[in-house]
């Protein structure tokens, strides 16, 4: 009897202290919503951009393990886990990455600590090598601690299942590490505050450049964590400069010259759906042959709200080509044409020009392809600018500018579209950019030419709107 009761007294300690232990209690009590999210996201190359202490390094390090103790809740649990954590340096590895990782990691947990400096009697003393944990399903994990100082060559050779970037890893290591993944069909996730200004991680993962159906990546800041004091956050925050803020609370990325649309954010960008034929409204193009062209469909509700529905952006085509898929993206959404049965688009005023060697001009090979195209239309960029920005976040309610997800070489532009010289844009990736501008500006321009309409007139309109279309 006695060793029975001895038996359920270390039952219920185990169990108290399993309750009790980080692991267990990490998004239990205060949820911090945008941790889930990363965690949840299934896709092989997540970033959080994140302020200082806003939680990105404790996801990192519970996601890591999470999967080399093989309980990850969302993502497919293997045995026999082999990772990297990658720190800029040993001393940050011990100061961050190692000790978050040994805060969570239970020690009953662990089969081997091997030290590269220091005593494993009191690892987070010194610079750990590597972990062996023990998995759940029965194999034995490996969690390594790499650091960026040490040169790309050391990065070699491995196979892996994924690697934890703590902070912003140089361009040619991170390229290693893809390597490393390959095989295995492993993944990559990061975890760092933007401090170094539009390096590759601006192009390549939160711009996205390649396209890549594999990139997720999300911002997180002082208010997403709930377990900091509102207090000291507002102390902080007066105590940084604007462009400190940005990075240090936000996790944004900066510039010296700043973005023109600092008012797009997620709240812009919506998943597709099933617009209404009513809606269509019109096709802006900004015409490239070496250039990317970018042509993108409007389609716009009956109370003013923008939608951006799909997109045609191709660089190094003929207008040939461009006319073809215009007409076939058209077709696939039913869109509809003018009396004459050819479909009408915006179109920057320069495709008039004949070229040297050129018989016709763009707008008229645009025409004899079945496309009409308007070149009357307002250029004038601080105005356009102006009106764009006033629609993405108005002063009051919600926003007036909806882009479609699938719409990402638009999204793309937008978060990337800086100031420079003076009152103008950086001329680069600026052909979405464009052709949004002619279609906003064509948009209020034609509003503000007009009286305001009386509720009956707004009725007759939509009746009118959807007879065109066939509706009831």
Same mark, same amino acid.
């Given at each position: 009897?006695?060793? +029975?009761?001895?038996? +359920? ?7 108290? #202290? #399993?309750?009790? =232990?980080?692991?267990?209690? /990490?998004?239990?009590?205060? !949820? ?15 970033? *959080? ?14 996601? $890591? !393990? ?9 993502? %497919? ?8 954590? *990658? ?44 972990? *062996?944990?023990?998995? !759940? ?13 040490? @040169? ?5 050779? %491995? ?14 290591? /991170? ?10 069909? @492993? ?9 170094? @200004? ?6 390549? +993962? /939160? ?7 594999? *990139? ?20 902080? $925050?007066? =105590? ?7 990075? #240090?609370?936000?996790?944004?990325? $900066?510039? @010296? ?52 529905? %799909? ?5 190094? #085509? ?42 016709? =001009?763009?707008?008229?090979?645009? /025409? ?6 308007? $070149?009357? +239309?307002?250029?004038?960029?601080? %105005? ?89």
């Amino acid at each position: 009897m006695k060793e +029975i009761l001895q038996r +359920i007294h270390a039952i219920e300690k185990e169990e108290r #202290r #399993r309750l009790t =232990s980080p692991l267990t209690k /990490y998004n239990r009590d205060k !949820v911090h919503a945008k941790q889930m999210a990363f965690h949840k996201c299934l896709k092989r190359n997540r970033w *959080v951009f994140g302020g200082n202490r806003s939680g990105k390094t404790e996801c990192g390090a519970v996601e $890591t !393990v999470w999967l080399a103790r093989g309980i990850h809740p969302y993502r %497919a649990n293997r045995d026999n886990i082999s990772c990297w954590v *990658v720190s800029l340096s040993q001393q940050v590895q011990r100061d961050v990455a190692q000790q978050k990782i040994l805060y969570y990691l239970d020690r009953s947990w662990i089969d081997e600590i091997v030290m590269t400096s220091g005593s494993k009697s009191s690892p987070e003393y010194g610079i750990i090598d590597y972990i *062996v944990i023990n998995n !759940v399903l029965g194999g034995k994990s490996k969690i390594a601690f790499k650091s960026c100082e040490a @040169g790309r060559e050391k990065f070699q050779g %491995a196979s892996l299942d994924f690697v934890w970037f703590d902070e912003e890893p140089p361009a040619d290591i /991170y390229e290693e590490c893809r390597m490393r993944i390959l095989d295995r069909e @492993g993944h990559i996730f990061g975890t760092m505050t933007p401090l170094k @200004g539009l390096t590759w991680v601006y192009d390549e +993962i /939160y711009l996205n450049s390649h396209n890549s159906p594999d *990139v997720w990546c999300q911002f997180m800041e002082w208010s997403d964590n709930p377990y900091l004091s509102q207090k000291e956050v507002a102390q902080m $925050t007066e =105590s940084l400069s604007e462009e400190m803020l940005e990075s #240090r609370r936000y996790g944004r990325f $900066t510039s @010296g010259s700043g973005l023109v649309y600092p008012e797009f954010s997620e709240a812009n960008v919506i998943e597709p759906f099933d617009v209404p034929p009513e809606w269509q409204d019109g096709i802006s193009i900004d015409p490239g042959l070496n250039n990317p062209l970018s042509c993108h469909w409007y389609a716009r509700d009956f109370d003013g709200n923008v939608y951006v529905i %799909a997109e045609h952006y191709e660089a190094k #085509r003929d207008v040939a080509y461009h006319a073809t898929r215009i007409k076939e993206i058209s077709a696939s959404l039913n869109w509809g044409r003018d009396k004459f049965g050819s479909l009408t688009a915006l179109m920057d005023s320069a495709a008039n020009q004949r070229t040297l060697n050129g018989q016709r =001009s763009v707008a008229e090979l645009f /025409y004899e392809q079945g496309i009409t195209v308007n $070149t009357r +239309i307002n250029k004038s960029l601080y %105005a356009g600018i102006n009106k764009v920005k006033a629609m993405l976040r108005p002063l009051n309610g919600a926003p007036k500018i909806y882009i479609f997800s699938s719409c990402v070489n638009m999204i793309r532009e937008i978060k990337g579209y800086f100031w420079g010289n003076g009152d103008a844009p950086i001329k680069r990736d600026d052909h979405a950019m464009d052709e949004l501008r002619y279609y906003i500006c064509s948009l209020t321009d034609n509003q503000q030419e007009k009286p305001q309409k009386s509720l009956i007139q707004l009725d007759k309109e939509r009746l009118s709107r959807r007879l065109r279309r066939g509706g009831l």
